[in-house]
């Protein structure tokens, strides 16, 4: 059992989103939070808290789920050297994120063999699950597919909790034997998400190309970095996917931003905005980037021309769902990850949506990870926010 959790309620929130692609935006202005859930949302809730967040008229979103990122040991990455970066990335909004494999660490030969990324996903699942670094939800463990791995392996993964496998380093010459289409059907079995490194080769220079053909041919659930990590597939390719597959679609911050355009295009005449994601592929060659997140949703909102409250479901609750997370929408029972935030002073917007669709970064007040203030009053990431939340204990 945990420790006793503190009630907490946000009052006189703006606008809401939701996460939620299907209903993106709700009409409420208060959200109460006990056991670290969301327990109801609605307008001019007046019930008794152990903590008070006056929102001051600003905007709620759900914490950011990075679709796609890299850790390695705790809170320090060898990709820059850097420490703190998870905190660094919370204080960006980030309250959750999806590691692509932690291919980073120090002297691990690539391709690595088959024993060395089980003993990887196996240690870094276990350091993970005991680890959360400013709360920050780190799903590690990401296995590296490679070939000469056996059913029984997929059965550990399961049985230790592994949540996805991925395609970077497998020889896609070997794919006449079959055994990367076995891969993807003992994954799937047990409820485990294939991702696979779309595109060209990475900052390994091992990692293999795949377009279109080799994503159609492995059907994985979700396409990794499909406009660039770092670089993409052919243009033409991209417009394929949207029509040819059922891939969950990633766009990543280290990637190539025109692509995102023709991508965008195609997604909206098909109406699949649910199915893209929103990831950084960071830390690594692009660096650390604690307000990734947040930039790619102003990017995809002001550049693309997708619906601010939509372009933040691709960051929250698409990602969630593509990875069979609980949290990532603001709705009654998920998990109490919220963000409170507002433009900031100087930007000619009107708020946050306004923000992100004349693509200004917006500045956060609060983040709050199982209802815990983790962030509160102001980042040390993003400039202030116009208007400040305030906070009060003990009160109702
Ligand atoms: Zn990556």
């Not at 029984?152 to 010459?173: C, E, H, M, N, T």
């Not at 983040?367 to 993003?382: F, H, P």
Request: charged share 20%.
């Amino acid at each position: 059992m945990s420790p006793v959790t503190p009630t907490c309620l946000i009052h006189n929130i703006g606008a809401l989103a939701t996460g939620d692609c299907a209903r993106p935006l709700r009409r409420a202005d208060s959200v109460y939070i006990e056991g670290g859930l969301i327990r109801e949302i609605g307008s001019g809730i007046t019930r008794a808290a152990d903590v008070v967040v006056d929102a001051h008229g600003i905007t709620a979103i759900p914490g950011l789920i990075d679709s796609h990122s890299h850790p390695t040991f705790g809170d320090f990455t060898p990709a820059q050297n850097a420490l703190g970066w998870i905190t660094h990335y919370m204080h960006g909004g980030v309250t959750a994120l999806i590691s692509a494999g932690e291919l980073h660490l120090p002297g691990l030969p690539t391709p690595p063999d088959a024993r060395t990324a089980m003993a990887l996903a196996h240690l870094a699942k276990r350091c993970w699950d005991n680890l959360r670094p400013s709360g920050v939800r780190v799903y590690a463990g990401t296995l590296l597919l490679v070939p000469g791995l056996t059913e029984s392996d997929f059965v550990d993964l399961q049985a230790v909790g592994i949540r996805l496998v991925k395609f970077i380093f497998y020889d896609y010459s070997l794919l006449p034997n079959g055994e990367a289409e076995r891969y993807v059907g003992w994954a799937r079995k047990r409820g485990i998400k294939v991702k696979i490194h779309s595109g060209g080769v990475s900052r390994s220079g091992v990692s293999q190309v795949a377009g279109i053909d080799i994503v159609k041919r492995l059907k994985p659930d979700i396409i990794g970095h499909a406009t660039g990590g770092p670089i993409p597939m052919p243009e033409k390719e991209v417009e394929r996917i949207v029509a040819e597959t059922e891939c969950a679609i990633e766009i990543c911050s280290s990637g190539n931003p025109r692509m995102v355009l023709p991508l965008m295009r195609t997604v909206g005449a098909s109406h699949a905005f649910d199915r893209v994601l929103i990831g950084t592929d960071t830390p690594g060659g692009t660096g650390v980037l604690p307000r990734g997140m947040l930039r790619e949703i102003a990017y995809v909102s002001s550049v693309a021309g997708v619906a601010p409250e939509v372009a933040i479901a691709m960051a929250t609750g698409n990602v969630a769902r593509a990875h069979g997370l609980p949290q990532g929408i603001l709705e009654e029972g998920r998990p109490a990850d919220i963000v409170l935030l507002d433009r900031i002073k100087g930007s000619v917007a009107s708020d946050v949506l306004d923000s992100f669709a004349k693509g200004d970064l917006p500045g956060i007040s609060a983040v709050l990870i199982d209802g815990q203030l983790r962030v509160a009053g102001g980042s040390e990431q993003t400039p202030p926010p116009e208007r400040p939340v305030t906070i009060t204990r003990g009160l109702a």
